[in-house]
């Protein structure tokens, strides 16, 4: 076993964790704007109207769908792949039924709610990420995507998303002006964090589980 990875691991759990939780109130954020989820959140509840099941566990099992098809273009999960996948759903419905974010009642706070919303999940991905334990299942699609074209994050990152909200809007998610925002932009904002914070992810390596059984070089 490669203790240096399994110490690495236990260490930054916390911080992990931490993003997980900045994404989750993120998601709820935009969820109270009501002013059109983030594209796989438009995706997410398309699919939840016909099959019932919660959002958060809609969001769960497209993470599940997404880590079997990245397999086919050697994208491997790691830890962070699996526990994202888990907790973000979690998490968002947990904070959804303890009712603590207040539900706004005026244009104003729901554009408000829409911003720091995105600016929030963006930077959880930033967080999580930096951890290097294993890009979330979209993200990881994502990051794998952009070492594997060579196409800036910035441009990806859309491709993948208005893709996915064009299935989502067919699927009878909703959509707005949220939606366009967080498509057209939200892939700017992630690659404005990244720069800020002098991350870059064509650079970094993310662990996959295998990881566990090679030593250290």
């Given amino acids: 076993m490669n203790k240096t990875l399994i110490m690495k691991t236990v260490v930054n759990m916390p911080k992990l964790m931490l993003g997980f939780i900045i994404i989750a109130i993120g ?3 935009t969820i109270y ?50 526990l994202n996948m ?19 009642d005026s244009l104003v706070i729901k554009v408000v709610y829409l911003i720091i919303g995105t600016i929030m999940f963006n930077y959880g991905i930033y967080v999580y990420l930096s951890c290097e334990l294993g890009a979330g299942p979209r993200d990881g699609l994502l ?24 299935t989502g809007i067919l699927l009878g ?7 366009l925002f967080s498509a057209l932009l939200g892939g700017s904002i992630l690659h404005y964090i990244f720069t800020f914070h002098k ?11 295998t990881d566990f059984f090679h030593k250290p070089a």
């Fill in 143 to 166: 990051v794998g995507l952009v070492k594997l074209t060579g196409i800036n994050v910035s441009v990806m990152r859309p491709i993948i998303e208005i893709t996915i909200l064009v």
């Fill in 33 to 82: 704007a009501d002013m059109g989820l983030n594209p796989w959140g438009t995706f997410h509840q398309g699919v939840s109207a016909i099959t019932g099941l919660k959002f958060g566990l809609i969001s769960q099992l497209t993470g599940v769908l997404i880590i079997a098809l990245s397999l086919f273009i050697k994208i491997f999960p790691g830890i962070g792949t699996l």
């Fill in 86 to 104: 888990y907790f973000i759903g979690f998490l968002v419905d947990l904070f959804d039924g303890l009712s603590f974010i207040p539900i706004p």
């Fill in 27 to 29: 998601i709820n954020l």
């Fill in 199 to 209: 991350f870059n992810p064509k650079e970094t390596k993310q662990m996959i589980i």
């Fill in 173 to 179: 998610g909703s959509y707005g002006i949220g939606t």
